[in-house]
């Protein structure tokens, strides 16, 4: 009984493989590589200049510390911070970080961010858009890449972010991005 089936399965396999290659071949174009791209960048951000708190979290909560990085619980910081190509704020400008920070530890300490970072790299010009934890403004932190648009559309990847120095009120952060395009064919723009 087996035998009967397998004939018609075989036959039906046989004209179904040359019809996909060749429909494949008029419409597939054969796929870029992964791309990727990876640099730092410096963010300058001085407090009541560039960023500001906009809502006051709560105080006297678990959040009141003598630790400088701490803000209360609730805290809602919003800022638009200068990228540079070096930590010297005059050194050229590649683009903006615009986002808001909002303390979500009860200890003062974590933070969610969202930011839109837009660039205008001599090859790479959009925005990248960064949701993520940040457990101490003063240590180091890594934030996931959600996508992207125009020369960064699909984008995925990680920025990492540490503070360099203070100098008055003004943090320098060394930002390092990550970034990896999937191997999609470009897309047209709309
Ligand atoms: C920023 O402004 C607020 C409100 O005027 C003030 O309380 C705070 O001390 C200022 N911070 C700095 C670092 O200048
Ligand atoms: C930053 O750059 C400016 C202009 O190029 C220069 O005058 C200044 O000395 C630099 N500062 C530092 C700390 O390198």
Redesign the pocket.
């Known amino acids: 009984m087996a035998s009967a089936y397998a004939l018609p399965i075989l036959i039906l396999t046989l004209a179904i493989i040359p019809f996909e290659r060749t429909c494949g071949s008029h419409h597939h174009r054969p796929l870029p590589r992964h791309k990727s791209l990876h640099l730092s960048l410096f963010r300058h951000e001085t ?2 200049k560039t960023g500001y ?1 906009i809502v006051r979290g709560v105080e006297g909560g678990a959040g009141r510390t003598t630790a400088e990085s701490r803000t209360p619980f609730g805290t809602i910081f919003v800022f638009e911070d200068p990228l540079t190509a070096k930590a010297n704020r005059s050194s050229k400008q590649l683009g903006t970080a615009e986002g808001t920070s909002i303390t979500s530890g009860l200890d003062g300490l974590s933070i969610i961010s969202v930011a839109k970072l837009t660039l205008r790299l001599k090859n790479h010009k959009g925005s990248i858009s960064i949701v993520g934890g940040t457990n101490d403004n003063m240590k180091r932190s890594d934030h996931p890449v959600v996508g992207g648009t125009r020369d960064f559309l699909f984008v995925q990847g990680y920025v990492t972010s540490s503070p360099l120095h203070q100098k008055g ?1 003004t943090v320098v952060y060394k930002i390092r991005l990550h970034l990896y395009w999937p191997p999609y064919p470009p897309r047209r723009r709309p």
């Open positions: 407090i009541n708190v009120s």
